[in-house]
């Protein structure tokens, strides 16, 4: 069978496959975005307690692997009483999995601005939250977004995973395809196509143009 | 199924778990030797003065580090056979995780190589070096230490991501608590364990890869 009759014949299917992982990649995002704020902000923090938790979450987070978390979080979390859709568990273990790596990028860049910010917002008697606020996170978000570029495509193959607690997403209508067909070099070829354009040419492409416009933002293009 | 940590199943399994993480080990250890090898090969292949190599090299390193490993070891475990290629889960899985860390090296080695100073180029040919030599007695050496840290990074990394190779069968540590799990219903404590031998694995291997890369530092003066 040609590629060409191949996307013919299954092109509904690998399309409602993409828009799954598109979805699960966007929430994935959300998910690990807050979780990178919440725990690099935290492991800065004074308070110990917040400290260690902060601390916990990323090496928990960062020495274990994210096929790992995913079923840990679909199949042991319903027996302590927080039952998750395979949806829910899918974009929640990946976005709490790149978090935790992202926390350390919000860490670095954090303490990456100038000494001199911080005290020029506490001559001019800032408090603390509005000084995080309004001079430093906004120019740590210009240190961060490079890394973060990279983040996001490892969190796009991380999406790929949800696929084996079964949610209907690229890889899962690609292995359904691959199963029922076995024309494996089309099913996954065109998949591993898919998912490089999304990440070539659009994920790659959107952090480029933020990263400009943030720059100019700050005055800094 | 309800919660209530089984101690007695937990020791029962343990040393299955146990038996698997040497072949996780061993996993990781065989795809590590073949993406540090083959990374080295894209690497310099991208310094070549062949414009449509260096181009090509480039563009499937790209396209390896864009994509989900797991995808890339479902293509080589389920592509080979369409073309009358067999291979076992060990060997596509090897395959698949040593080309995709491969991606990663070379990208490490490259910048390795690119921290190189360029008197150190312009020196090797004034004293008349061959390419090889230059390559071996003088950059390579050079380009090595501010790689660890990268390179360490990735073999923990490996280590991590040899779980996706349950999905053809190897049967590593996610494999076998998966078996477990589906044997006894109870997957609480096998999910659990694995999780622990995990972080009991790679928390001191990243801090040792830390030492490590300090001691090469102090070691080479830098």
Same mark, same amino acid.
């Given at each position: 069978?040609?590629?060409?009759?191949?996307?013919?014949?299954?092109?509904?299917?690998?399309?409602?496959?993409?828009?799954?992982?598109?979805?699960?990649?966007?929430?994935?995002?959300?998910?690990?975005?807050?979780?990178?704020?919440?725990?690099?902000?935290?492991?800065?923090?004074?308070?110990?307690?917040?400290?260690?938790?902060?601390?916990?979450?990323?090496?928990?987070?960062?020495?274990?692997?994210?096929?790992?978390?995913?079923?840990?979080?679909?199949?042991?979390?319903?027996?302590?009483?927080?039952?998750?859709?395979?949806?829910?568990?899918?974009?929640?273990?990946?976005?709490?999995?790149?978090?935790?790596?992202?926390?350390?990028?919000?860490?670095?860049?954090?303490?990456?601005?100038?000494?001199?910010?911080?005290?020029?917002?506490?001559?001019?008697?800032?408090?603390?939250?509005?000084?995080?606020?309004?001079?430093?996170?906004?120019?740590?978000?210009?240190?961060?977004?490079?890394?973060?570029?990279?983040?996001?495509?490892?969190?796009?193959?991380?999406?790929?995973?949800?696929?084996?607690?079964?949610?209907?997403?690229?890889?899962?209508?690609?292995?359904?395809?691959?199963?029922?067909?076995?024309?494996?070099?089309?099913?996954?070829?065109?998949?591993?196509?898919?998912?490089?354009?999304?990440?070539?040419?659009?994920?790659?492409?959107?952090?480029?143009?933020?990263?400009?416009?943030?720059?100019?933002?700050?005055?800094?293009? | 199924?309800?919660?209530?940590?089984?101690?007695?199943?937990?020791?029962?399994?343990?040393?299955?778990?146990?038996?698997?993480?040497?072949?996780?080990?061993?996993?990781?250890?065989?795809?590590?030797?073949?993406?540090?090898?083959?990374?080295?090969?894209?690497?310099?292949?991208?310094?070549?003065?062949?414009?449509?190599?260096?181009?090509?090299?480039?563009?499937?390193?790209?396209?390896?580090?864009?994509?989900?490993?797991?995808?890339? /070891? !479902?293509?080589?475990?389920?592509?080979?056979?369409?073309? %009358? +290629?067999?291979?076992?889960?060990? @060997? *596509?899985?090897? #395959?698949?995780?040593?080309?995709?860390?491969?991606?990663?090296?070379?990208?490490?080695?490259?910048?390795?190589?690119?921290?190189?100073?360029?008197?150190?180029?312009?020196?090797?040919?004034?004293?008349?070096?061959?390419?090889?030599?230059?390559?071996?007695?003088?950059?390579?050496?050079?380009?090595?230490?501010?790689?660890?840290?990268?390179?360490?990074?990735?073999?923990?990394? /490996? !280590?991590?991501?040899?779980?996706?190779?349950?999905?053809? %069968? +190897?049967?590593?540590?996610?494999? @076998? *608590?998966?078996? #477990?799990?589906?044997?006894?219903?109870?997957?609480?404590?096998?999910?659990?364990?694995?999780?622990?031998?995990?972080?009991?694995?790679?928390?001191?291997?990243?801090?040792?890869?830390?030492?490590?890369?300090?001691?090469?530092?102090?070691?080479?003066?830098?």
């Amino acid at each position: 069978m040609s590629l060409l009759e191949f996307l013919q014949t299954y092109g509904s299917l690998i399309v409602s496959g993409t828009w799954v992982t598109v979805i699960q990649f966007l929430l994935a995002v959300v998910v690990a975005i807050l979780a990178a704020l919440t725990a690099g902000l935290g492991k800065l923090s004074k308070n110990v307690l917040i400290r260690g938790v902060a601390i916990t979450y990323i090496e928990i987070f960062r020495g274990t692997s994210l096929l790992v978390q995913l079923f840990w979080l679909f199949y042991v979390l319903p027996l302590f009483g927080i039952t998750l859709d395979k949806f829910t568990a899918g974009f929640l273990s990946v976005g709490l999995n790149i978090g935790s790596y992202g926390a350390e990028i919000v860490r670095g860049s954090i303490q990456a601005v100038p000494r001199g910010q911080y005290e020029a917002a506490y001559a001019l008697s800032m408090s603390p939250a509005r000084r995080m606020r309004r001079i430093i996170l906004p120019q740590a978000l210009v240190l961060m977004l490079p890394p973060w570029g990279n983040l996001l495509i490892e969190l796009l193959k991380g999406t790929a995973l949800v696929a084996l607690i079964s949610v209907a997403d690229l890889m899962f209508q690609t292995r359904q395809i691959n199963a029922s067909t076995f024309l494996s070099a089309q099913a996954f070829g065109t998949a591993l196509i898919i998912y490089y354009i999304l990440a070539r040419f659009l994920i790659t492409p959107f952090m480029r143009w933020l990263e400009r416009v943030m720059a100019r933002r700050l005055g800094r293009a | 199924m309800r919660f209530d940590w089984d101690w007695e199943f937990t020791f029962e399994i343990l040393p299955r778990l146990l038996a698997a993480t040497v072949n996780t080990l061993i996993a990781a250890g065989l795809g590590y030797a073949i993406a540090v090898v083959l990374g080295l090969v894209f690497a310099l292949a991208q310094r070549t003065p062949v414009r449509s190599l260096t181009f090509t090299v480039r563009e499937v390193v790209e396209f390896i580090r864009s994509t989900p490993l797991v995808l890339q /070891i !479902f293509f080589v475990f389920y592509v080979g056979p369409q073309f %009358g +290629v067999r291979l076992s889960p060990w @060997t *596509a899985g090897m #395959i698949a995780i040593g080309l995709h860390y491969s991606a990663y090296l070379s990208e490490v080695y490259r910048g390795g190589i690119e921290a190189v100073p360029k008197g150190q180029w312009e020196a090797c040919r004034a004293l008349n070096m061959s390419t090889r030599d230059t390559y071996l007695r003088i950059v390579i050496p050079q380009a090595l230490p501010p790689s660890i840290a990268g390179m360490g990074n990735y073999l923990v990394g /490996i !280590f991590k991501d040899t779980p996706m190779l349950s999905v053809i %069968g +190897v049967a590593e540590l996610l494999h @076998t *608590a998966n078996a #477990i799990g589906s044997e006894n219903y109870r997957f609480l404590e096998p999910y659990t364990l694995v999780g622990i031998i995990f972080l009991a694995i790679s928390l001191p291997a990243a801090g040792f890869v830390r030492l490590f890369e300090a001691r090469v530092r102090r070691k080479l003066g830098l």
